[in-house]
């Protein structure tokens, strides 16, 4: 548990996303791609803290990026925090995304909506294992998709969005560039109907695939059993257990 | 410093009057990062029952105004694997490790009380009375005095030493329910476990928990559950051991002077997960400040 200062916050031109750069006053924590933060929101009408993905680590300057939604009331007081605020975040927490155990050459980082958050980190994490990644981000329009710069430092970005405004018209799972070309890792988050089509490509392809699950939370530490996921192996904490799986794990049906 | 020493009979002494509350804690361990929980005066650990359980599906949680709703359903992998593979990894926890026993038969609850009484560094079990009696029409052993007196009486003829009975406040008359377990050879009384309550999306139009209704903690319930332990405590002999919705150093103390010995602290621990340890620096400060030389003077202290 550690309180970090805001050093900025930036809304993104959709208006509902924006993103939080907070510096550490001592070093950070090692923290894993996939793995995520419980923010604790100072609002008396928000009880319990809010799941947030670690989007970026900066090590040198000391920084954690953080990518949200506005998707009610908490995400949505915090999105008034103000730079130089501090906010409580018990983290680095669960296990994050498995970069390192394959010899992945060409993996593919799919992500749709605000479920693009963890893959920037993923993807410099494989840049940094010497393996130029594949982003396939997606969403509903144009505006919805940013930082793109961001993506490209670490690999290259290819894009869908529903009302073609950007990138190719259509799903991620539409995109042209699943049949043109081969990926021997998928590691995808996002809405689950996405996230559950590529696991489908994946399958059929006979491609290892990763998700990262958003289950609802209480502790985000492993102790309360509010999060679980009914895997192949029972219940399991999606917090603690999760939130990546990959998707043989899990009761899909794909 | 005042002396936070609170014993609490046959056998149980707290180093202070600050427990942890059965689901909120898991076994202990995954605390171990935020705090020191052997300075906890004990961690109650999980509901454990004689057999598996999976638990309830998912949606099991949701947020409601001050609270929250929970649906776990006592998820947790029966007593024997308890016994065997966490009972050895958190016996040397220097602290009070107390189990919550849960069953839906008096047969169940006297078969998991009979194995953990074998256990030399369990010196508790907290009864949890709020399950549904599966022989008997779902009703809760909690909610009829009669019942509830029957299963306490079973498990005591099996369980030698402090048994601690943990009860429901979705009852008409708490003091009945106390009273009936006090009859029936409990050392002491917890109190209260989770209201009843649902959660709906007018959007989805849909319940938010897979099961309809779940059990209500936090701050929310705690009015509810200050009355149930003044209430119970006026009338048992045994010690009662107060919680609902303690979040800080106050909401203890104010348990104490309606007349909890000691608390338990629940759904804090998520937003705050080394709450207990400052829970107990606080009531030390409560005690320095009012000159009091003993927690205990603090039990049942309330002016009316
Ligand atoms: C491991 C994990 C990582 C996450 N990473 C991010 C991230 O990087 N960026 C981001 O913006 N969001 C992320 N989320 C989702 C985020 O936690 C929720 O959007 C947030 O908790 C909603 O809180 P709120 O108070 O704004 O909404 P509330 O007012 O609590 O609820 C608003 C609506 O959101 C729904 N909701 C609440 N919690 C969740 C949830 N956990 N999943 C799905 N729907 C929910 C509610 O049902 C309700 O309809 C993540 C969730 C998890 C579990
Ligand atoms: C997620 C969760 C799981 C719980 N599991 C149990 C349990 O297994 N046995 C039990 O007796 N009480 C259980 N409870 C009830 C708590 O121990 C406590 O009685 C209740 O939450 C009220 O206290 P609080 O408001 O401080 O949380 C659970 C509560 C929560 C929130
Ligand atoms: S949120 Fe408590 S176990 Fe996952």
């Known amino acids: 548990m550690a309180d970090l200062v805001v050093e900025s916050l930036t809304t993104m031109p959709n208006g509902q996303y924006y993103r939080l750069i907070l510096r550490g006053e001592s070093p950070l924590l090692d923290c894993r791609p996939g793995q995520f933060a419980e923010v604790r929101i100072d609002q008396t009408d928000v009880l319990l803290r809010r799941p947030i993905s670690i989007h970026f680590v900066d090590k040198e300057r000391n920084e954690m990026w953080l990518l949200i939604q506005k998707a009610g009331k908490g995400t949505t007081a915090l999105s008034s925090i103000q730079r130089g605020n501090r906010l409580n975040l018990v983290y680095p927490l669960g296990n994050g995304f498995n970069a390192t155990d394959n010899d992945y050459r060409h993996p593919l980082l799919v992500g749709g909506g605000v479920g693009v958050a963890p893959l920037l980190m993923l993807g410099a994490a494989f840049r940094n294992l010497g393996v130029e990644p594949t982003f396939l981000l997606g969403a509903r329009k144009a505006l919805d998709l940013n930082e793109l710069d961001e993506y490209e430092k670490f690999g290259r970005v290819f894009l869908t969005t529903e009302d073609g405004s950007l990138g190719e018209k259509g799903f991620v799972t539409q995109h042209s560039v699943l049949s043109s070309e ?14 559950k089509a590529i696991a489908q490509y994946a399958a059929s392809h006979d491609i290892p695939c990763e998700v990262s699950l958003e289950n609802r939370m209480a502790c985000g530490i492993g102790a309360c059993l509010c999060c679980v996921e009914d895997t192949r192996n029972g219940h399991q904490r999606v917090c603690a257990d999760g939130p990546v799986f990959n998707i043989n794990d899990l009761k899909w049906q794909i | 410093m005042a002396d936070l020493k609170v014993d609490l009979g046959k056998g149980l002494t707290l180093s202070n009057p600050v427990m942890t509350a059965s689901g909120t804690f898991g076994y202990g361990t995954e605390y171990a990062d935020f705090m020191d929980i052997s300075r906890l005066g004990g961690i109650i650990v999980k509901g454990t029952t004689l057999h598996h359980r999976e638990g309830n599906p998912y949606p099991r949680m949701a947020e409601t105004p001050s609270g929250m709703l929970n649906a776990v359903g006592l998820q947790n992998k029966g007593v024997d694997y308890f016994v065997e593979k966490i009972y050895p990894d958190i016996k040397d926890t220097a602290t009070n490790m107390i189990v919550n026993v849960s069953g839906s038969s008096v047969e169940d609850y006297v078969a998991t009380a009979a194995k953990i009484n074998e256990l030399d560094s369990i010196p508790a079990i907290e009864l949890n009375i709020s399950c549904p009696n599966v022989k008997q029409g779902g009703m809760t052993f909690g909610t009829d005095p009669k019942v509830a007196k029957e299963v306490v009486s079973a498990v005591r003829n099996v369980y030698s ?3 601690m009975v943990k009860l ?3 009852v008409t008359s708490i003091t009945d329910m106390a009273l009936a377990v006090e009859e029936a050879g409990a050392d002491s009384v917890s109190l209260i476990n989770t209201l009843m309550g649902m959660a709906i999306d007018a959007r989805t139009r849909r319940p938010v928990l897979s099961t309809v209704t779940g ?3 936090g701050p929310c319930v705690k009015p509810v559950a200050l009355r149930m332990v003044w209430q119970v405590s006026k009338v048992l002999s045994v010690p009662v051991v107060g919680l609902g919705g303690i979040m800080n150093a106050t909401d203890a103390v ?7 010995s000691a608390v338990e ?3 804090a621990n998520f937003i705050n997960p080394a709450v207990g340890e400052e829970i107990i620096c606080g009531i030390n400060e409560y005690l320095d400040q009012n000159g009091m030389n003993s927690v205990t003077e603090l039990t049942g202290a309330l002016i009316v």
Request: one cysteine or more; hydrophobic letters at 40%; proline letters at 9%.
């Open chain 1, 182 to 195: 081969k990926f021997d890792g998928v590691f995808a988050c996002g809405p689950t109907p996405m996230m």
């Open chain 2, 161 to 163: 030493k402090h048994l």
């Open chain 2, 168 to 170: 429901t406040p979705n």
């Open chain 2, 215 to 217: 059990g209500l903690s």
């Open chain 2, 254 to 260: 104010e348990f104490l002077l309606a007349g909890a």
């Open chain 2, 265 to 267: 602290v629940g759904t």
